[in-house]
């Protein structure tokens, strides 16, 4: 067999690869769905997808779910290439698992450089965020109502200021940031008692448990695709020497 001649083989050996690179694609989608799961569905995604710095910090979410797909398209690839043991396929598995790969190198070096400089890009967006909080234009209400269920669910108010962020608009909802937790820290602002600690922490916190997330995915993604170039590679010379 030469070139991209197909044949269907039943070699156990060719089995077995055909098994590795079905793991491969079965992978691929789970590295989707988690993918999708922190893009969409994780804690407080209205904050998130409200604010310049949420819709930055899906960048990553959005690349992996992209890879994820490649990479279930790339393990079916695989599969048909072992059952068939054709060397064209296999060779086009490797090829693009290879340029994926080194795109997420090429990314994750990137990343790092510019990590200090995407620090300082989130503190300047989240203060100039704080402005929507007070004003009572039709566009700052997405915000505002995002703000409002993450302080309701993680007991915070405001912004960087505390209550004083809402400047107008908590006279028209007093109750925005009610601290009925006497476990929780309160203070008083204009006669209520709200929670003194603001959300900026908080807001910190999902952003960092997103990009752990990805990081983790990114990091075993790269052990596949690795498993993956050294099986097809493998198989490819063995198809060859027949």
Known sequence: MRGCGIRVSYDPNYILFF?????????????????????????????????DVGSSSH?????????????????????????????????????????ILLLQVAAGILGAVLKSESDRIINETLHDNTELLSTTGESAKQFQQAMAELQKEFKCCGLINGAADWGNNFQQHPKLCECLDMQRSCTTYNGTQVYKEPCISTIKDLLAKNFIIVIGVAFGLAVIEILGLVFSMVLYCQIGSK
């Open 19 to 51: 098994v590795l690179f079905c793991f491969l694609q079965l992978c691929g989608i789970l590295i989707l769905a988690l993918s999708i799961w922190v893009r969409v569905g994780s804690d407080s995604q209205g904050i998130l997808n409200s604010t």
């Open 59 to 99: 960048v990553a979410a959005d690349i992996l779910i992209a890879v994820g797909a490649i990479i279930m398209i790339m393990g079916f690839l695989g599969c048909c290439g072992a059952i068939k043991e054709s060397r064209c396929m296999l060779l086009l598995f490797f090829i693009g698992l290879l340029l």
